[in-house]
């Protein structure tokens, strides 16, 4: 049996975590399919698709992030939470959360670009579900009319052009 990767490790085992405290997965989206079936209360927060504190492009004079991979705004927008409310084990997903690591954010500027407009795309995702890109950025442009009017300071991407990542899989799929 080969090693798993280190994005992919299996939940240890024997794993006693009470039933009665909510969990994050973060690492792995089998976790997010395993915990509900042992009966624990879920909340998805795959890294891949909600750390907002990653790159949103690969411009080297952007604003600061944390090591890690770029998830642009069709990453976060194909992120598939789609939860699940009911489950053989009796645990839920409860919803889907963002973060952001603010010890490389120096600013509170630089903290409205790292989370929007991603965080209106994980929004659509996690009330909405699956929509189609040009649906999103039409919404999205509307929406990019608010915070400009409000003053929050976001990222401006030049273009979209398509993420060459794969869909990554942020929860279990009905």
């Not at 927060?45 to 004079?61: I, M, W």
């Not at 991603?118 to 009319?145: K, S, V, Y």
């Not at 401006?156 to 052009?161: E, G, I, S, W, Y």
């Amino acid at each position: 049996m080969p090693a798993p990767r280190r994005d992919q490790a299996p939940l240890p085992r024997p794993t006693r975590l009470s039933l009665r405290s909510g969990h994050f997965t973060w690492r792995e989206s089998a976790h997010a399919a395993q915990a509900p079936r042992r009966g624990h209360d879920v909340v998805l927060t795959h890294h891949r698709t909600t750390c907002l504190g990653y790159a949103q492009d690969d411009n080297p004079g952007g604003t600061p992030v944390q090591p890690g991979p770029v998830v642009d705004l069709r990453t976060v927008h194909r992120g598939d939470p789609e939860p699940t409310t009911s489950t053989p084990g009796g645990g839920r997903i409860l919803g889907i959360q963002a973060q952001i690591r603010t010890e490389f954010t120096p600013t509170a500027a630089d903290l409205d670009r790292l989370a929007h407009p991603r965080l209106c795309a994980l929004a659509e995702r996690a009330w909405t579900g699956l929509t189609t890109w040009p649906d999103f950025t039409r919404r999205l442009t509307a929406h990019t009319r608010r915070l400009d009017a409000l003053g929050v300071r976001r990222h401006h991407p030049a273009t979209a052009p398509p993420s060459s990542a794969a869909p990554a899989r942020t929860a279990p799929s009905a």
